[in-house]
C-alpha cells in the first residue's frame, strides 16, 4: 500500500488550519448534495480505510470515509462528519476532522512508526492467561507501555478453571507483588464466570480497552460480559502454542448499565522501541522513589556503584523477577529498535 507522501512544513501549517476551522463549525470544504451538515460523531469501529461513525445525538451509525488530509482515526475518537444523506449502502458520509484526544494508547510498527490503538479511554486491560503459558515479563511489557501514555492499567488472569486450588493460590502470591505496587488484579474464567461480575464492576461507566497477546480469551471475556457482542473465538495453536488472532478489526462495544469497551486486535508482542529507556525505567513504578539517588547520573542499574535501584533489589524492596524483566526490555530494545528511531 502506498504511504501518503510527506507534507512540508507550510503544507501541514495550512492542514492544521482547515482542521481548526472545521472544530471551529466555521467551514465544510466538501460540497455535495449526498452529505449532511457537519454535525459531532464517535468512531466505533475502524475497518481499514473506512470507519462506522455514531451520531452523538440521534444515536445513528453511519459508515464513512475518512478525510485525507485526517491524520489518523481510531476507535474512541471523537470527530467532526457529514453523514449520507441517501438510503444507498454504496454512499457514505466522510470525517471531516479529529477532535484532540484526552488520552492515546499507541504501538510501534516498524514500517509507519507509533500507531494509535485506541483513544480517550480511562483504563487498560492488561490480559494474560494459564494458556499460553502466564507471563510476567509480557505483562510488564504492557504495563511500561500504559505508564509510557499514563493510562491506568487492570490485570487480568483469565483461563483460572485449569489451575486446582493449590496452584491458584500460590498463583496469587506470585502476583501480590503487582497488587502491592498498585495495580489490581482479577482472576477470571469463562468457563465456570468467575471474577466476570468483578470485572463488570470495574468497567462499569469507563471507557476501556483490553489489550494482551493472542489466545489469552479477549474474546471470550467480550462475550461475557456483553452476550451479544458474538465475538469470534480462536483456538491455541498445538504447534506454537500462541494464540491464533481472532479479533481482525477494532470496535466499541457499549454495556447496557454504561460504559464502553475497545476491543482491539491482539499483538503476540508490544514492542516498546519508541520508548525511550529512561520512560521504560519510570515504567517501573516501583524504581521511581529511588531514580534521581543513584551514585551516578548515567547509572544503568547493574553492576554501577551506588546504584540504589539495584541495592533495594537486595534488600528485598523491589521484586528480582521485575528487576530482570527491566533488564530484559532495556536489551532487547537495543536488538530491536530498527536504525531510524531517534530514540
Same mark, same amino acid.
Given at each position: 500500500?502506498?504511504?501518503?507522501?510527506?507534507?512540508?512544513?507550510?503544507?501541514?501549517?495550512?492542514?492544521?488550519?482547515?482542521?481548526?476551522?472545521?472544530?471551529?463549525?466555521?467551514?465544510?470544504?466538501?460540497?455535495?448534495?449526498?452529505?449532511?451538515?457537519?454535525?459531532?460523531?464517535?468512531?466505533?469501529?475502524?475497518?481499514?480505510?473506512?470507519?462506522?461513525?455514531?451520531?452523538?445525538?440521534?444515536?445513528?451509525?453511519?459508515?464513512?470515509?475518512?478525510?485525507?488530509?485526517?491524520?489518523?482515526?481510531?476507535?474512541?475518537?471523537?470527530?467532526?462528519?457529514?453523514?449520507?444523506?441517501?438510503?444507498?449502502?454504496?454512499?457514505?458520509?466522510?470525517?471531516?476532522?479529529?477532535?484532540?484526544?484526552?488520552?492515546?494508547? %499507541?504501538?510501534?510498527?516498524?514500517?509507519? /512508526? @507509533?500507531?494509535?490503538? !485506541? &483513544?480517550?479511554?480511562?483504563?487498560?486491560?492488561? $490480559?494474560?492467561?494459564?494458556?499460553?503459558?502466564?507471563?510476567?515479563?509480557?505483562?510488564?511489557?504492557?504495563?511500561?507501555?500504559?505508564?509510557?501514555?499514563?493510562?491506568?492499567?487492570?490485570?487480568?488472569?483469565?483461563?483460572?478453571?485449569?489451575?486446582?486450588?493449590?496452584?491458584?493460590?500460590?498463583?496469587?502470591?506470585?502476583?501480590?507483588?503487582?497488587?502491592?505496587?498498585?495495580?489490581?488484579?482479577?482472576? %477470571?474464567?469463562?468457563?465456570?464466570?468467575? /471474577? @466476570?461480575?468483578?470485572? !463488570? &464492576?470495574?468497567?462499569?461507566?469507563?471507557?476501556? $480497552?483490553?489489550?494482551?497477546?493472542?489466545?489469552?480469551?479477549?474474546?471470550?471475556?467480550?462475550?461475557?460480559?456483553?452476550?451479544?457482542?458474538?465475538?469470534?473465538?480462536?483456538?491455541?495453536?498445538?504447534?506454537?502454542?500462541?494464540?491464533?488472532?481472532?479479533?481482525?478489526?477494532?470496535?466499541?462495544?457499549?454495556?447496557?448499565?454504561?460504559?464502553?469497551?475497545?476491543?482491539?486486535?491482539?499483538?503476540?508482542?508490544?514492542?516498546?522501541?519508541?520508548?525511550?529507556?529512561?520512560?521504560?525505567?519510570?515504567?517501573?513504578?516501583?524504581?521511581?522513589?529511588?531514580?534521581?539517588?543513584?551514585?551516578?547520573?548515567?547509572?544503568?542499574?547493574?553492576?554501577?556503584?551506588?546504584?540504589?535501584?539495584?541495592?533495594?533489589?537486595?534488600?528485598?524492596?523491589?521484586?528480582?523477577?521485575?528487576?530482570?524483566?527491566?533488564?530484559?526490555?532495556?536489551?532487547?530494545?537495543?536488538?530491536?529498535?530498527?536504525?531510524?528511531?531517534?530514540?
Amino acid at each position: 500500500m502506498a504511504k501518503k507522501p510527506k507534507l512540508s512544513v507550510k503544507q501541514r501549517r495550512q492542514v492544521q488550519n482547515n482542521r481548526q476551522k472545521r472544530l471551529n463549525k466555521h467551514e465544510t470544504d466538501i460540497s455535495d448534495t449526498n452529505l449532511g451538515e457537519q454535525t459531532n460523531g464517535r468512531v466505533i469501529g475502524r475497518f481499514g480505510k473506512h470507519a462506522n461513525v455514531e451520531n452523538m445525538e440521534t444515536r445513528e451509525v453511519h459508515k464513512c470515509h475518512i478525510r485525507r488530509t485526517v491524520e489518523s482515526v481510531v476507535c474512541g475518537d471523537h470527530v467532526l462528519f457529514r453523514p449520507s444523506l441517501t438510503e444507498d449502502d454504496r454512499d457514505r458520509g466522510i470525517i471531516e476532522a479529529v477532535e484532540d484526544r484526552k488520552s492515546t494508547l %499507541t504501538r510501534p510498527d516498524y514500517y509507519d /512508526g @507509533v500507531k494509535p490503538v !485506541a &483513544a480517550n479511554i480511562d483504563q487498560i486491560l492488561v $490480559v494474560s492467561s494459564i494458556v499460553p503459558a502466564l507471563s510476567t515479563h509480557i505483562i510488564d511489557r504492557y504495563l511500561v507501555a500504559c505508564e509510557a501514555v499514563s493510562i491506568p492499567a487492570i490485570i487480568i488472569i483469565n483461563k483460572i478453571e485449569l489451575l486446582d486450588e493449590l496452584q491458584l493460590n500460590e498463583l496469587k502470591q506470585n502476583m501480590q507483588l503487582y497488587v502491592d505496587i498498585g495495580y489490581p488484579v482479577i482472576y %477470571t474464567s469463562c468457563q465456570t464466570t468467575q /471474577g @466476570v461480575q468483578t470485572l !463488570a &464492576a470495574e468497567l462499569s461507566d469507563k471507557v476501556s $480497552v483490553f489489550v494482551g497477546q493472542s489466545g489469552v480469551g479477549k474474546s471470550s471475556l467480550v462475550n461475557q460480559l456483553l452476550p451479544n457482542a458474538e465475538e469470534q473465538v480462536g483456538d491455541v495453536s498445538v504447534s506454537s502454542g500462541l494464540g491464533q488472532h481472532t479479533t481482525t478489526a477494532s470496535k466499541l462495544l457499549k454495556f447496557k448499565d454504561g460504559g464502553d469497551l475497545i476491543d482491539s486486535p491482539g499483538v503476540r508482542e508490544f514492542g516498546l522501541w519508541h520508548i525511550p529507556n529512561e520512560e521504560i525505567t519510570k515504567g517501573f513504578v516501583e524504581f521511581n522513589e529511588f531514580l534521581g539517588g543513584c551514585k551516578f547520573t548515567d547509572c544503568k542499574h547493574k553492576k554501577d556503584p551506588g546504584c540504589l535501584i539495584r541495592q533495594a533489589v537486595d534488600e528485598g524492596r523491589i521484586a528480582r523477577s521485575r528487576y530482570d524483566s527491566y533488564h530484559k526490555i532495556i536489551e532487547s530494545n537495543q536488538e530491536n529498535r530498527p536504525s531510524f528511531s531517534k530514540t
